[in-house]
């Protein structure tokens, strides 16, 4: 299945060791005449496919010396051939299949070239699992735990460093690889399920077979291959099922824009227009903006969205059909392969607009209750909420997007607790980023979060003040969306004095055998601030586990007034006595009475004389008439009943 023609001797290695077992009973050659058969490999993408779907072609990319002038036939099955395609290069050929109706089956296509050789290659169309279409993705009712792969734990020392592949693991070079993979993610199901979280998302596994700073995976080398330093397709798949028995749901982080410079399109390139700008670099002016602005310049758009990001990135053009096509099939593959809960989409506006709205629309329409979420970086509500489904643009645009990082609130949280308290500095600028959810289609579903892989961690972010950080959990682990906890948050990992990305995404402690000082998945070594930070991470999730109603449901905010910022969690219900979550985030010491009608923070509307709240840190209860007193820069979570 690997080929042997222009591409490097390097590159074929990097190749041949990223072949997973579950392709090599797909694609295979058939006995045949020697004087008739060439004797060449093929590739074809997807390796396999699924009756039963509800787009009823598939597009098969096969790759192989010469192929692009081979007329080709079925052999064997029922299936139609719709379409033939060949493009630029000779070693591409793009067969389009009809299975509408087909039934579960292997297929057997014959390539026949000009002078009557021919080759063979087995294709099977495979049964779904059971209730695949109609899997539910992530949710409001979820909390995510965002993981490094190769920062988290190394459950599997013997893939650190694979032949064939340069970056070689240097557990000291903060931009290298140190080794974290798979094995080390489901050695640690229990703390990761143990801590509250119901969903994982990790940074890409698929390979990245580049010279250096591979160990982050957003530069693709091969779309259907996980890194062979992370560990094989095998273990991914045993990973999410694990995960899954655990009540653990798996969501896949997606490269749609770009690719790695070692990518083998980019020694034999299907065809002249795979690449933006001709394959050379030019870069993003990273101007999002602009794809908006009543006022742009068309060049300024186009420079957007072709532009690369660095010149190791090459920039796809999804303009071009087939490559549209194979990154829809390679996200459907994958769903259906690994049984994932959800989509993390990278850099989610900077490709083709119109291919973005293919992607979605047919991905939605194959899982109509699954769940995307795309990273839009931008704090402006409007351009985050141009991008999610249902809401309100100042444009026709099809948008089947469920989700979007909620980049806004994030940059809100921070600075209000960064600012002194005014009539225009504060949790003002909390309430009134909220205050544009009528801009989202659905803001329930946006997922918010304190800090991530980009980013300096929330800790640093908030001066490394603990009642910051813990003001800031609270609020986004209690506010409406999905929240999303980056490894290490949980333990007041910084990154003082530096926004260096391997510092950012440094080691979880207690995640490699050496480890012997401190680990975080045991508690052993942890200081008394890291076990507090920890326990209240647990604490905050265990309510989500305790009212998913409550955190399905609705958020009511009052108005911030002298340094307090107070909001309540209900379920749809309209019954003013049923359960609620009341959160008091307080700046200032403060006497809050709760249902005073003389108080500027009275909450008549909230809370009803007889009902009683309990105070989650230390279970104190309250009548809805007391008075409650609250320190300075604290976080007081209450259940009403």
Do not use: C
């Amino acid at each position: 299945m690997f080929n042997f023609n222009s591409v490097s001797h390097a590159f074929l290695l990097n190749r041949y060791r990223a072949l997973p077992l579950l392709l090599t009973s797909v694609v295979s050659l058939v006995a045949a005449p020697v004087n008739a058969l060439q004797q060449s490999e093929l590739e074809v993408y997807p390796p396999n496919w699924w009756a039963g779907m509800q787009h009823p072609e598939v597009e098969l990319m096969i790759y192989g010396e010469g192929v692009a002038d081979d007329t080709v036939s079925i052999d064997k099955g029922k299936a139609t051939i719709s379409r033939v395609n060949a493009l630029d290069s000779e070693n591409y050929l793009f067969v389009t299949l009809d299975i509408s109706g087909a039934r579960a089956q292997d297929l057997t296509l014959t390539l026949t070239d000009n002078d009557g050789s021919y080759r063979r290659l087995h294709y099977s169309l495979d049964k779904r699992k059971e209730g695949s279409a109609s899997r539910k993705g992530f949710g409001s009712k979820d909390a995510i735990y965002l993981i490094a792969p190769d920062r988290f734990a190394n459950g599997n020392t013997a893939n650190d460093n694979v032949d064939g592949y340069q970056d070689k693991v240097d557990r000291q070079l903060k931009g290298g690889r140190h080794g974290g993979d798979i094995q080390g993610i489901v050695d640690n199901l229990d703390y990761i399920k143990s801590m509250g979280f119901t969903q994982i998302w990790t940074m890409p596994l698929l390979e990245n077979a580049m010279d250096k700073y591979s160990y982050h995976g957003y530069s693709t080398t091969d779309y259907y291959n996980i890194d062979p330093r992370f560990g094989s397709n095998d273990a991914f798949i045993e990973f999410s099922e694990q995960a899954k028995s655990e009540g653990v749901g798996v969501i896949m982080d997606m490269v749609l824009n770009h690719i790695g410079s070692n990518h083998k399109w980019m020694e034999d390139t299907p065809s002249k227009d795979w690449v933006n700008n001709e394959g050379k670099f030019v870069g993003t002016t990273h101007k999002r903006e602009s794809l908006h602005d009543p006022h742009a310049i068309e060049s300024d758009i186009k420079r957007f969205s072709d532009g690369w990001f660095v010149p190791t990135m090459p920039d796809l053009n999804q303009r071009n059909p087939h490559l549209a096509n194979y990154l829809v099939q390679n996200a459907i593959w994958w769903v259906e392969t690994a049984d994932l809960s959800g989509i993390r989409v990278d850099t989610y506006s900077y490709p083709d607009k119109a291919f973005l709205s293919e992607w979605t629309n047919r991905l939605m329409d194959e899982y109509p209750n699954f769940n995307i979420v795309g990273e839009e970086w931008s704090v402006n509500p409007a351009i985050t909420a141009y991008w999610q489904a249902g809401s309100q643009r100042h444009d026709d645009y099809d948008s089947a997007l469920p989700s979007v990082m909620d980049f806004p609130l994030q940059a809100a949280v921070v600075k209000a607790l960064n600012s002194d308290e005014s009539w225009n500095s504060g949790f003002i600028t909390v309430y009134e980023t909220l205050a544009t959810d009528f801009l989202y289609g659905d803001p329930n579903n946006l997922v918010i979060f304190p800090d991530n892989h980009d980013m300096s961690r929330i800790y640093t972010q908030l001066g490394h003040d603990k009642a910051k950080w813990n003001m800031a959990m609270t609020l986004l682990l209690t506010t409406r969306g999905i929240p999303q906890v980056f490894y290490g948050t949980e333990i007041l990992m910084g990154n003082e004095g530096t926004n260096d990305h391997g510092i950012i995404r440094s080691d979880f402690p207690g995640g490699w055998p050496s480890d012997n000082d401190k680990n975080a998945f045991t508690g052993k070594g942890l200081n008394s601030d890291e076990r507090w930070a920890q326990q209240r991470i647990k604490a905050l999730l265990q309510l989500r586990q305790t009212y998913p109603q409550l955190f399905q449901g609705k958020l009511k905010h009052y108005a911030p007034v002298d340094g307090v910022y107070t909001y309540f969690r209900t379920a749809d219900s309209t019954d003013k006595n049923s359960e609620k979550i009341m959160v008091a985030l307080s700046k200032e010491s403060v006497d809050l009475s709760l249902t005073s009608l003389t108080s500027l923070t009275s909450f008549t509307e909230m809370l009803k004389e007889g009902q009683t709240l309990t105070r989650v840190s230390d279970g104190k209860t309250f009548e809805a008439t007391d008075t409650i007193s609250l320190p300075t820069m604290s976080a007081s979570v209450f259940i009403v009943k």
